[in-house]
């Protein structure tokens, strides 16, 4: 995933939390409580659906929240101590299910935020997961390949059976990746005993094909964006061929989202990560911009465009905009600032509240995170299944029922709001909400 500098191995300290208050990014405090504002998206749908007061209350915390410490042995011979993290939000439907996230600024209520998302997430696809998150406050790129996989492999160990193939089942998030879930997958399987080891492979997804598992979940976030915003494009009377598009985040969401758009003849015109910002009115090639980003890890220097501010950035001339970064990154100023027409949030909560009211009062479409970047989580259904059932299914089958099941929901969330009169974002989640508002009621609560 990263290689290392001496000076980036200087940088890692027994004192001093690994990557902490290095970055440039805006903080999280100054983006207010996360958490907050995920039950404020959810409060306006309940109160549209009218959910039950019971219910509610269930809804507004998680049911389990883990917070480890955990020591690993640095490169260096220093021991340094970590924080991961495991929030399980709600397993009506099925296991929890959700991402494991390497940020130096991960803390408990950004992961009960995305926790909560997943619960709605899965529960507006009807897959039978529930909601989790989880990960490590780390910044991944401070440290060696080996040092990363002793924090995974010691993290993993820690969680013991509190993450398993039918109880919760994490999946790459921010900063982690396929080879993050194989050394998962490989520690939870080693810990569980012989006899029960390959039974095992389920109990991560978004894990290498060699290693159990599925053709298309690499690209199935960004290909998810894409399949809405062709739905998009097609409700609109809009032609993808030469629109122009820019993309904030350049890692697994929004590289693949460039790669599978530009396909379309959508010209990628800027593009933004941690590192910078550049710009094409020409475009930007988006597979080259791969190799470069493979090579530096940011977009910052490509040489087939020019570096540009933020601020430019979000006032670029373009038709759509694909936030495939952090949370809370679209505020009441990029709103502002924004030209296009439709925001297609690969992101997980990229955008404020004030940010999206500002955006639809002023006629751009934003289709909400829940239903847009449902790719990953609906392949690593198809990849659970498949180790459940001990199948390899090919690349076009995974595909196609990928663009099904995005179709689908696509059209229940187009018709809730042609019925309904209200945002896309309260129709994604008040379709979630009803139906856990109709188990709940039919099961109710134990005893
Ligand atoms: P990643 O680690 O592969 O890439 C993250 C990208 O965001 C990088 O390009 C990074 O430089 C950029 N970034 C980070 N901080 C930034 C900042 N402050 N300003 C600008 N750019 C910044 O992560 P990913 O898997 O592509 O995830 C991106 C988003 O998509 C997250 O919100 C994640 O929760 C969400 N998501 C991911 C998946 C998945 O399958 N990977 C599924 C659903 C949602």
Redesign the pocket.
């Known amino acids: 995933m990263t290689t290392e500098t001496p000076k980036d191995k200087a940088s890692v300290g027994p004192s001093k939390p690994v990557g902490a208050a290095e970055s440039s990014?805006?903080s999280l405090k100054d983006r207010g409580n996360l958490f907050e504002i995920a039950m404020r998206q959810v409060d306006k749908a309940a109160d549209h659906v009218k959910l039950d007061a019971q219910i509610r209350q269930i809804l507004a915390q998680p049911k389990n929240e883990l917070i480890i410490n955990f020591p690993v042995r640095m490169d260096d011979g220093a021991y340094i101590m970590f924080k991961g993290y495991r929030v399980q939000h709600n397993n009506l439907f099925g296991p929890y299910k959700g991402?494991m996230?390497y940020h130096h600024e991960a803390n408990l209520d950004e992961m009960k935020a995305?926790a909560s998302w997943m619960t709605y997430k899965s529960a507006l696809h009807e897959i039978p997961f529930g909601g989790g998150k989880g990960g490590v406050k780390v910044d991944p790129g401070k440290l060696s390949r080996s040092e990363l996989e002793r924090v995974t492999r010691r993290f993993t160990h820690a969680l013991g059976n509190n993450i398993g193939p039918d109880w919760d089942i994490p999946?790459?998030?921010?900063?982690t990746?396929e080879q993050t879930m194989v050394w998962m997958m490989d520690t939870y399987m080693n810990v569980v005993g012989q006899n029960d080891k390959h039974s095992m492979r389920g109990v991560v997804t978004?894990k290498s094909v060699t290693s159990g598992g599925s053709y298309g979940r690499r690209e199935?976030?960004g290909q998810g964006v894409v399949h809405c915003v062709t739905e998009w494009a097609s409700d609109h009377g809009f032609n993808l061929d030469g629109c122009h598009v820019i993309i904030?985040?350049?890692?697994?969401?929004?590289s693949y989202a460039a790669r599978l758009l530009s396909q379309k003849g959508a010209v990628i015109v800027g593009v933004?990560?941690?590192?910078g910002y550049i710009a094409n009115p020409e475009g930007i090639n988006p597979h080259k911009l791969s190799e470069h980003v493979a090579k530096t890890r940011?977009v910052a220097g490509y040489r087939g465009a020019s570096k540009i501010g933020r601020e430019e950035f979000f006032g670029l001339e373009a038709d759509i905009f694909v936030p495939?970064?952090?949370?809370l990154?679209l505020g009441l100023k990029e709103a502002k600032a924004l030209r296009v027409k439709m925001v297609a949030e690969?992101?997980?909560g990229?955008t404020f509240p004030e940010a999206e009211e500002h955006l639809l009062a002023k006629g751009v479409s934003v289709i909400p995170?829940i239903l847009c970047?449902s790719g990953?989580?609906i392949v690593s259904y198809y990849e659970w299944l498949q180790n459940k059932r001990s199948e390899r299914w090919d690349h076009n089958e995974v595909l196609n029922r990928l663009e099904r099941r995005m179709k689908q929901t696509y059209a229940q969330v187009r018709q809730y709001v042609a019925t309904h009169h209200v945002d896309w974002r309260t129709a994604s989640y008040a379709l979630g909400l009803e139906r856990l508002q109709v188990a709940y009621r039919e099961r109710g609560i134990f005893p």
């Open positions: 990014e805006p991402g996230r995305l999946a790459p998030d921010v900063g990746n978004g199935a976030t904030q985040g350049f890692g697994n969401v929004g933004g990560d941690v590192g940011t495939a970064a952090l949370e990154e690969g992101a997980n990229p995170d970047n990953g989580v």
